[in-house]
């Protein structure tokens, strides 16, 4: 499933109706067969009109440039990782401490293993950090802070009257679990299974929990 379409100023028309959704859908999914093949160099904006399926003035009605592609190509990503997360975290919000951290390490492995080709193409060729995109452990704060707070128990409420505030925990906690996932999935040792790799990532974030 496709995540919904966020604004961006870069956009020059937001999709509204289905045939332009499907439009704007299909100019984004040209642009990453082109990059998966050829890479970022050789985008142009009539390479990817042509394999859309679109003419070049479909294209421009919502995108003024190739960076705007990008932008839209980023955000996309994004948002569908974002879903996935906030999805995790509040189905297992009443669920055990151990069972929340491992269902959203696995959930951001695999929303990145769908199509780990893309992911590596958007985090190495695509440039998009111009449009000002938030980290995701600022975009998801809060979603990880309320998932947090129903485990106060858990974590010790000593612990939580030393200074270890919600905000720090939820801070420290969306970057473990960004930075371990994405370690897991595309850097983790040879002899290391992803499977291992998970297991660790849930023990060391669980650790920092509970100390």
Not at 134 to 149: E, G, M, S, T
Not at 156 to 182: I, P, Q, T, W, Y
Request: proline fraction near 3%; aromatic fraction near 6%.
């Amino acid at each position: 499933m496709k995540a919904a379409v966020s604004r961006n100023p870069s956009w020059r028309r937001r999709p509204r109706q289905r045939r332009a959704r499907l439009t704007f859908e299909s100019i984004l999914d040209a642009a990453v067969r082109i990059l998966k093949c050829q890479g970022a160099s050789s985008i142009t904006t009539n390479r990817i009109a042509q394999v859309a399926g679109v003419s070049i003035g479909s294209l421009y009605q919502y995108f003024p440039d190739k960076s705007a592609i990008f932008v839209a190509l980023h955000g996309r990503h994004l948002d569908e990782i974002d879903r996935v997360i906030q999805s995790s975290l509040v189905e297992c919000a009443s669920s055990s401490l151990e069972v929340l951290i491992g269902a959203t390490v696995e959930s951001m492995v695999n929303a990145h293993q769908a199509d780990p080709e893309l992911y590596q193409v958007l985090a190495t060729e695509v440039p998009h950090r111009a449009d000002g995109t938030q980290p995701f452990a600022v975009r998801l704060h809060n979603a990880f802070k309320l998932a947090i707070a129903s485990h106060t128990q858990e974590l010790g409420r000593e612990a939580l009257r030393k200074g270890r505030n919600l905000d720090k925990v939820a801070f420290v906690v969306a970057h473990m679990v960004e930075s371990l996932s994405h370690g897991a999935l595309f850097r983790r040792p040879a002899a290391l299974s992803l499977q291992e790799a998970k297991a660790e990532a849930v023990r060391a974030i669980l650790l920092y929990l509970r100390t």
